[in-house]
């Protein structure tokens, strides 16, 4: 059974980081795309990064160069980060992360259709 568990959410004032991480289990796949993407109640859902097998990574506009996707495997777990630097009121929101469930390498147009999400970690930015 695949679990996605996210850690790492909290609070912090503007301009501050936060490090968020998903952890992996029961997924087999390494070399895949996985991403984050965020909500907040009453918006829709909101991709943030995406990072596929090869380590290519995407972000969306809002996030550039103040956030970092990557990923970490070794001790044989499978970790998605997120590092989040210069924080704005604007990033709070509950922080989600996703894997591909065929274990596609590259980030498919319609990854969303099928992945496995995590529970989800709360990010509150504060002005």
């Known amino acids: 059974q695949v679990q996605l568990v996210e850690s790492g959410g909290g609070s912090v004032q503007a301009g501050g980081s936060l490090r968020v991480s998903c952890t992996a289990s029961g997924y087999t796949y390494r070399r895949t795309c996985m991403g984050w993407f965020r909500q907040v109640p009453g918006k829709e859902r909101e991709e943030v990064a995406l990072i596929d097998g090869d380590g290519t990574t995407k972000y969306a506009n809002s996030v550039k160069d103040r956030f970092t996707i990557s990923k970490d495997n070794t001790k044989n777990t499978l970790n998605l980060i997120l590092q989040m630097d210069d924080l704005k009121p604007e990033d709070t929101a509950m922080y989600y992360c996703?894997?591909?469930?065929?274990?596609?390498?590259?980030?498919?147009?319609?990854?969303?259709?099928?992945?496995?999400w995590g529970q989800g970690t709360q990010v509150t930015v504060s002005s």
């Open positions: 996703a894997a591909d469930r065929g274990g596609r390498w590259y980030c498919a147009s319609n990854f969303l259709d099928d992945v496995y």
